[in-house]
């Protein structure tokens, strides 16, 4: 069974640093994109970025140049570095793992940013 267990969230004021952690469990995942998505209230859930096997990131436009995705294979640990947080960037944030064609989610974590 895979689980994903997220640390490292909380609450910061504007333009500090926040970084989360995603620790996958029940196989191994060195050959699966992960990721991560957020999700604020009232809207839906988008994506914040991903990073394949390899170590190649993208991300989404409002957060490119902030943020960080990187990834420990040895440990199949992803993580996300938040810099220069902004208030809109208030959410619970869900870590991902590409599973043949669907995704297995973290329970989410919630990140709060004050101005």
């Known amino acids: 069974q895979v689980r994903l267990a997220e640390s490292g969230g909380g609450l910061v004021q504007a333009g500090g640093s926040l970084r989360l952690s995603c620790a996958a469990s029940?196989?191994?995942?060195?050959?699966?994109?992960m990721g991560w998505y957020r999700q604020a209230p009232g809207t839906q859930r988008e994506l914040v970025g991903s990073i394949s096997s390899s170590g190649s990131a993208n991300y989404a436009g409002s957060v490119k140049g902030r943020f960080t995705i990187t990834r420990d294979n040895a440990r199949d640990t992803v993580y996300l570095q938040m810099n220069n947080l902004k208030p809109e960037d208030t959410a619970v944030y869900y870590c991902?793992?590409?599973?043949?064609?669907?995704?297995?989610w973290g329970q989410g974590i919630q990140v709060t940013v004050s101005s």
């Open positions: 991902y793992v590409r599973i043949r064609l669907s995704n297995a």
């Open positions: 029940g196989s191994t995942f060195s050959t699966n994109a």
